[in-house]
């Protein structure tokens, strides 16, 4: 679902309602990895760049490089080995290493911002705020 290489006739065809679509696929899509698989699949880097969008325009998370694999009653997992998205991961991942189906959430939560406002989360990085989520704060 990268923005810039999105074909030009389907940037157009993105109004509300496809966009909830494309929303709603990605929520069944984690909620299929955190509560449905036969494993609790904790993805690490979920961003525009890993949704793939079909011609119908249903969303696909892609890209499992960084995903880590866990039992059914685990939650969570520590690492020293911080690996993803600077502007997706969420600040406990980043700060301590920890994650958790929670720092998935908080990525879909950065992702959400940008089908809403249409821009990317690096958009940001040459204005008066360093991202995003920095401008909504601001806002809030």
């Not at 940037?11 to 909620?31: C, H, K, P, S």
């Not at 904790?42 to 961003?47: C, E, G, N, P, V």
């Not at 600077?86 to 929670?102: C, L």
């Amino acid at each position: 679902m990268n923005y810039e290489y999105i074909d030009p006739i389907k940037r157009a065809q993105l109004y509300w309602e496809r966009r909830y679509g494309i929303i709603l696929g990605i929520v069944r899509g984690l909620l299929y990895l955190h509560e449905n698989s036969r494993l609790r699949i904790i993805h690490r880097d979920l961003k525009a760049s890993n949704i793939l969008l079909d011609e119908d325009m249903n969303a696909k998370i892609a890209d499992f490089g960084m995903a880590r694999l866990f039992g059914r009653d685990e939650t969570q997992g520590n690492t020293s080995r911080i690996v993803g998205t600077y502007g997706y991961m969420a600040p406990e991942y980043v700060v301590r290493g920890q994650f958790s189906v929670k720092s998935d959430v908080f990525s879909f939560g950065v992702l959400l911002l940008e089908i809403v406002s249409g821009r990317r989360n690096s958009w940001f990085q040459n204005e008066d705020v360093e991202d995003l989520l920095s401008c909504v704060s601001l806002k809030i």
